[in-house]
């Protein structure tokens, strides 16, 4: 298999360039702005070069998840949306993973609009990073996004359903996690379930929403947490 043979050492050689970028990368302290700039750089004068990307995508995460990180050395923002664009644009599924994951460290509601088509990349972890990553978001736009996730019942996996439900949660859509409760899998109605368990209140139109939703539940486990969620709340 002449094929199989050569695709396994082209990996191997892919790798190995990787390991010394991530290795050249660690040998210094970088602040986040100037990975950025070696990200940009990159992503502008090599665009087929995605494992250096993906590495530059990956140190420049590791910055910005620091403790204490300094604001006065974050990338500009106009810088980071241009990095998020052409990332999400890559034939690499890791850079698109890396671009969504960047995009929810940054929590810039602008940038709910570039990372909705990727709700839809054909590789499902990408599809599961876009979805937490709206998920920390504020702005209408991840709302959207993340209902139509959750409203592809026939097309849609499962999986997509329960990371848009557990989204919601993340930025207090009571709304949405109601639809959710009436999802035909378990897995997302547990997920709704978990979710409006975190709100410190429910209101009135909440609290109808979980009782109709208790009602009509057919699982016994599930039916017990929303009773309990009214008993609680």
């Excluded at 094929?3 to 970028?21: P, S």
């Excluded at 040998?27 to 993906?54: G, K, M, R």
């Excluded at 140190?59 to 949306?81: C, K, S």
Aim: glycine content about 4%; hydrophobic content about 40%; some cysteine.
């Amino acid at each position: 298999m002449p094929g199989a043979v050569l695709a396994e050492e082209t990996t191997r050689f892919e790798d190995r360039l990787f390991d010394q970028d991530c290795d050249a990368l660690t040998a210094v302290n970088p602040a986040p702005f100037e990975v950025a700039d070696w990200l940009q750089l990159s992503l502008t004068d090599t665009p087929i070069a995605t494992l250096e990307h993906y590495a530059l995508g990956l140190r420049l995460l590791e910055t910005l998840r620091q403790p204490t990180p300094n604001q006065a050395l974050a990338p500009d923002i106009a810088v980071f949306r241009k990095i998020i664009v052409e990332m999400s644009a890559s034939a690499d599924w890791r850079v698109k993973l890396t671009a969504a994951e960047l995009a929810g460290e940054l929590s810039d509601p602008q940038l709910a609009e570039l990372l909705a088509p990727l709700v839809n990349d054909p590789d499902w972890p990408v599809r599961q990073r876009t979805i937490q990553a709206l998920g920390r978001l504020g702005s209408g736009r991840n709302v959207e996004t993340l209902m139509a996730v959750l409203a592809q019942k026939d097309e849609g996996h499962w999986f997509e359903r329960e990371c848009a439900t557990q989204a919601l949660g993340d930025c207090d859509n009571t709304a949405g996690l109601i639809v959710a409760l009436a999802d035909p899998k378990e897995e997302v109605r547990r997920m709704a379930v978990r979710q409006l368990g975190r709100q410190a209140i429910f209101d009135e139109k909440t609290r109808q929403g979980v009782d109709n939703a208790r009602r009509q539940e057919k699982n016994k486990a599930i039916k017990a947490e929303l009773k309990s969620l009214l008993d609680r709340k």
